[in-house]
Nanobody, 121 residues
């Protein structure tokens, strides 16, 4: 019924930038809070940034001032602009969203498949 698909990951040198995108599709009535999480090998999945429908944002301390989360409600899209990337930002990045569908009568929390971000020289 509902699907999240990330794109934009890749290999970048320290100090470089990447922009991640996440597209929500399906019988969507409304996408509520959305977020980006990341998981490095051997570590738990942690919140990077989140954004409400009205675009209130929160960030992990480790990315404040370097990453910017944004969304396009008309297109059901989520973005993460990542600047001044560091090797410790290397991880699989996942999109997450709370979605109301089937006319708003049903609700679920969904994850994308993840996109790899590698920061290395």
């Amino acid at each position: 019924q509902v699907q999240l698909v990330e794109s934009g990951g890749g290999l970048v040198q320290p100090g470089g930038s990447l922009r991640l995108s996440c597209a929500a599709s399906g019988s969507i009535f409304r996408v509520s809070t959305m977020g980006w999480y990341r998981q490095a090998p051997g570590k738990q999945r942690d919140l990077v940034a989140s954004i409400t429908f009205s675009s209130s944002t929160t960030y992990a301390d480790s990315v404040k001032g370097r990453f910017t989360i944004s969304r396009d409600n008309a297109k059901n899209m989520l973005y993460l602009q990542m600047n001044s990337l560091k090797p410790e930002d290397t991880a699989v990045y996942y999109c997450n969203a709370d979605i109301y569908y089937q006319g708003g009568y049903r609700h679920g929390n969904y994850w994308g498949q993840g996109t790899q971000v590698t920061v290395s020289s």
